[in-house]
């Protein structure tokens, strides 16, 4: 009894830690529409500052809290509503969720680029050893601490959100900012105050809880998804339920640590131990899976700014033969050492390349795509011993497999709650799976990371040796291009127009008879197949995995840089592996190991911008033109060969080779240009009769449109006259100041 | 700024600065200008209807006078004063009140929480709620529902509701009627008419325009970006097939 107490105890303590980060997920996603993935990275950041004036600086605790709490937590809220989030306007929630998952990173790297993880910090309870005796239990002041400021905060956002003009402001301003605006309410004022308030919950849950944990980066963000539950059991909108949700995580989750443990049950006990880490994201996913779907509607964008481009088979066929053709010449050029790092960037690219279909395509979100690789390197580990190809085509049919029953309960779910949800199955791969020890299924005995790290061999194709890293990264390439096509092929033929289709308008398919869950079902087992088969690959170019490679973070990088990229452009897979699985920006910028997250995150930072991602906005509208001009086409293929030339002869190295390259590629918009103002008609075509100049210009740009023009552009598409009152120069007898616009 | 409708004189006065005025106003999406050098004027006190078919630049001009779409060319007058180029929230606080096309409401907020929006032109919650629910009483029953879960109708009374209880000096109307049966629009249209009484300026965009005509004091009629014709309902009502249909 006295342990339960104790149990109970701790577990309300954890669960208040959990209602004040949930109550400010939904805080900001109540009143912004976003659901702010970068709470818990907030609050890790928040916890550190805290650390640092106080434990380090030897700041005085009330002063520490004042400047972290009161001045720099808001202060961090409004830049991040200011620089970041009210940029968000018109974009999809995929976006949106994919840009404070740029901020999760860029804040994680950036704590552990200010903060040395290697050095070893400590942050002790508020007012040590003191303590009050509850039902014969000692409870520490921080704990009671820590139940008073959860109650308060569920309170006090309750009055805010419900109470308050400015609250209510908050709410209207996500239904329908225009009419907001038209009631007289400055949209900017509630986002501003909604960030500024979450951001520092966010700090408060940090530094409370930062005494309980490791003190370090990665679990202090990952607290966020602890919450994620909570916020669910709320519906991401009733506080009063996202309190009790937090509650019933918290005792669960302790219960769990307590209650599950080797001693109690000497033989499951140790595949029990990753389970209780994992009671919040199976709360999380039953919590999902009970909720009415009425009850589970997100803020969709009804119009949004994202487009689908339809590849062309020319521009495909060429975007496979520059990637095979670029490897090759890679594979001959680069370093043993980057050459042996670099072949594990297909296996990246084809896990990039499985988001396109269900992500891109479909627009269901899904965050577990790296783990399906991970099941997929466990499959090919096990079943492809001895490198048998095989090993590929199960980790492709037990993925989809896997995916398909994934997607079973998910069918119902879309936007964030499918995020969620697929968050939850990632994590609990990452958190427990993953880590399972062996067990004996049958006869057969099941070891699935052989306790700590899998082996891989080299594919032993017939006829062909991909031994060599050499041969391996030209192998990758061409499994790559190959894969790329047959997504392009995906996107033309007819499920391809099925998968836009439910993305865009998922009633319109229903009243057209269109078998939509069929289709889901069919493009999650698709996706999971090729994300699985990606696994397999990147096994065989690292030779040995470990559950570590497949973390839930890293699987949002993936997906990171395929919406930063494009998330229905092959490219960015490409894109992808390149940024993930080659040594270049190590190699590029030796110092600075967390520079790349925060490149990556700075660049999804941006995404408001462009949501359709760079290469839709950037490189397509100025490479793709080329395609139709041969001489441009074949004049850079040319400099391009000559300078493969020299470097197989050793005439230049690397770095020019490499800068030559870059230049002839860049040169290709710079001779689109050229090229057509060359053969640009050097005579403005003749103005039509009765005009004041070229008909497709006049009313714009300052060229006025006179009542001459609309009579000579009707008489020139034979359209009979406008009815007299509308050209009538005179003033309208009834009111002086009507008159049309002649 | 408060726009005070004492400032505009009499309408009918030979120098009468109407409340509303649309000088020269051209607008455009990207390229394309669907507004040509629009002037309208709305006297003080009048309840002015502007018909036109789909497309006919209607609902662009009202989002040019509320400030959601900025003219390219041309320049707006409240009471007088230019207001080119003010922002939608500094129009609405000084009195320029607007019911957008669809349901103007929020449909996550209740009722009571929708008309709290409508205290940032100064009046208070409580006299906005003594002022509104004596014409709507169907809205005080429904006071704590969320406003999305209404009827159509009531989403749309709910909306008049908002926009009259900030005592305007101007309410614009887009399409009150889409969407809803005849009988729920004629009430609508009888406390638009109620409304007007009062000496509020009204501007009401309409499809359907026997509606429209029934409470208008002038109307004028929209096609391809222009107003083609300005003149009490019964001049217009002769001539609209025309505008509708062309020819």
């Given amino acids: 009894m006295h342990e339960f107490i104790i149990l109970t105890i701790s577990g309300l303590v954890t669960g208040g830690i959990y209602a004040i980060t949930a109550g400010g997920l939904t805080l900001t996603y109540t009143t912004t529409g976003i659901f702010n993935f970068a709470h818990g990275a907030t609050g890790a950041l928040a916890a550190f500052t805290y650390w640092q004036l106080h434990f380090d600086w030897g700041w005085p605790v009330w002063l520490s809290l004042l400047v972290v709490l009161g001045v720099l937590a808001p202060a961090f809220g409004v830049f991040l509503h200011f620089a970041i989030m009210r940029r968000l306007e018109g974009t999809s929630e995929t976006t949106r969720l994919m840009v404070t998952v740029a901020v999760l990173l860029s804040l994680l790297a950036a704590v552990m680029w200010i903060w040395d993880p290697q050095t070893p910090r400590n942050v002790v309870n508020f007012f040590p050893g003191e303590s009050v005796d509850m039902a014969g239990t000692r409870v520490s002041y921080h704990d009671l601490i820590t139940l008073a400021v959860a109650l308060i905060v569920a309170i006090g956002l309750w009055v805010l959100l419900r109470s308050t003009r400015a609250g209510v402001a908050m709410r209207a301003t996500v239904d329908d900012r225009n009419l907001a605006v038209l009631n007289g309410s ?190 997929g390197a466990i499959c090919v580990s096990h079943l492809g011993e001895g490198g048998n190809p095989l090993g590929l085509l199960w980790a492709a049919l037990i993925c989809a ?121 069919t493009v999650f087992g698709l996706s999971a197949a090729m994300a699985g088969v990606g696994g397999g690959i990147l096994g065989g170019a690292a030779g040995t995995l470990s559950p570590v490679n497949f973390d839930f973070t890293a699987g949002l990088s993936v997906l990171m840089l395929m919406v930063i990229a494009g998330l229905t452009s092959p490219g960015a897979a490409l ?39 760079f290469i839709a906005a950037k490189i397509r509208p100025e490479w793709e033109p080329a395609l139709g001009r041969p001489v441009v086409l074949a004049g850079s293929a040319a400099a391009q060969l000559a300078l493969i030339v020299l470097r197989f002869t050793d005439v230049i190295g690397n770095w020019p080779f490499v800068l030559g390259i870059l230049l002839a590629v860049i040169g290709i918009p710079a001779a689109l240009k050229i090229e057509v103002m060359i053969k640009a008609p050097r005579t403005e075509p003749e103005v039509p009769e009765g005009l004041s100049g070229q008909p497709e210009g006049l009313g714009l740009n300052g060229n006025r449109f006179e009542a001459a023009d609309i009579e000579a552009l009707d008489k020139l598409i034979a359209l009979p006259s406008l009815p007299a009152a509308a050209t009538a120069a005179a003033p309208s007898p009834i009111l002086p100041g009507a008159r049309h616009g002649a | 700024m408060t726009l005070n409708v004492a400032d505009a004189q009499p309408a009918g006065a030979p120098s009468a600065p109407p409340l509303l005025e649309l000088r020269g106003i051209s607008a455009a999406y990207e390229q394309v200008e669907v507004l040509h050098k629009v002037d309208l004027a709305v006297p003080t006190g009048k309840v002015m209807a502007v018909l036109g078919p789909n497309g006919a630049g209607k609902t662009t001009m009202l989002k040019v006078i509320t400030g959601l779409h900025q003219p390219t060319a041309g320049d707006i007058y409240l009471a007088g004063r230019c207001v080119t180029g003010a922002a939608p929230v500094d129009l609405a606080r000084i009195g320029l009140c607007s019911i957008p096309e669809g349901r103007g409401v929020f449909p996550n907020l209740t009722v009571s929480e929708n008309l709290w929006m409508a205290t940032y032109r100064g009046v208070s919650r409580k006299e906005i709620e003594e002022k509104v629910f004596p014409i709507f009483p169907r809205l005080e029953q429904r006071r704590n529902q969320a406003a999305g879960t209404m009827s159509g109708g009531e989403q749309q009374m709910l909306a008049v509701a908002r926009a009259i209880a900030t005592n305007p000096a101007i309410i614009l109307l887009d399409e009150l009627s889409m969407g809803l049966a005849p009988l729920v629009v004629d009430q609508l249209y009888d406390v638009v008419g109620k409304i007007a009484e009062t000496g509020v300026t009204v501007l009401l965009v309409e499809q359907f325009a026997r509606t429209a005509l029934a409470v208008a004091d002038l109307a004028a009629v929209m096609s391809g970006g222009r107003i083609l014709q300005v003149g009490t309902p019964d001049e217009i009502a002769g001539d609209l097939h025309s505008a509708y249909l062309g020819g």
């Fill in chain 1, 575 to 613: 894109f992808a592996g390149i940024f993930l699985g080659t040594p270049l920006m190590t190699n590029l910028f030796p110092d600075y190991a967390q520079l790349t997250t925060i490149l990556i995150g700075l660049n999804g930072i941006a995404l408001g911008k462009n949501p359709n991602g």
């Fill in chain 1, 186 to 375: 400055r949209p900017e004022v509630p986002g501003m105050l909604a960030w500024a308030t979450g951001t520092m919950l966010a700090a408060v849950a940090g530094i409370l809880i930062a005494p309980k944990l490791s003190f370090a980066a990665l679990p202090l963000t990952l607290l966020i998804v602890n919450a994620y539950a909570a916020a669910v059991i709320g519906r991401l909108k009733s506080l009063p339920w996202t309190f009790v949700g937090a509650m019933i995580i918290g005792l669960v989750t302790e219960y769990g640590k307590g209650y599950l443990t080797e001693t109690r049950f000497p033989t499951a006990g140790p595949y029990l131990s990753g389970l209780s880490d994992s009671m919040p994201v199976l709360v999380l996913f039953v919590a999902i899976m009970l909720l009415p779907t009425s009850r589970l509607r997100g803020h969709a964008s009804s119009r949004t700014r994202e487009i689908s481009h339809r590849p062309t088979w020319t521009g495909s066929l060429v975007f496979a033969g520059i990637v095979i053709a670029g490897a090759v010449v890679a594979a001959n050029s680069l370093a043993a050492a980057d050459l042996f790092a670099s072949t594990r960037m297909w296996g990246f690219a084809l896990i990039g390349l499985s988001v396109i279909p269900l992500v891109g395509y479909a627009g269901k979100m899904s965050l577990a795509q790296l783990g399906f690789a991970g099941i």
């Fill in chain 1, 401 to 521: 497999g896997i995916g398909v029953l994934v997607a079973l309960p998910a069918l119902r779910l879309s936007g964030i709650y499918l995020a969620l949800a697929t968050a939850a199955f990632a994590v609990m791969l990452d958190r427990w799976i993953f880590g399972l020890p062996a067990f004996t299924w049958g006869d057969t005995k099941i070891d699935l990371f052989n306790s700590g790290t899998l082996n891989f061999e080299r594919f032993d194709w017939p006829g062909i040796d991909i031994s060599s890293d050499r041969a391996y990264f030209i192998f990758g390439a061409v499994f790559f291009a190959l894969s790329s096509l047959v997504v392009v092929w995906i996107r033309r033929g007819e499920f391809g127009r099925r998968l836009l289709a439910m993305k865009d308008s998922p009633a319109a398919c229903a009243t057209i008879g269109m078998n939509h869950k069929l289709t889901t079902l």
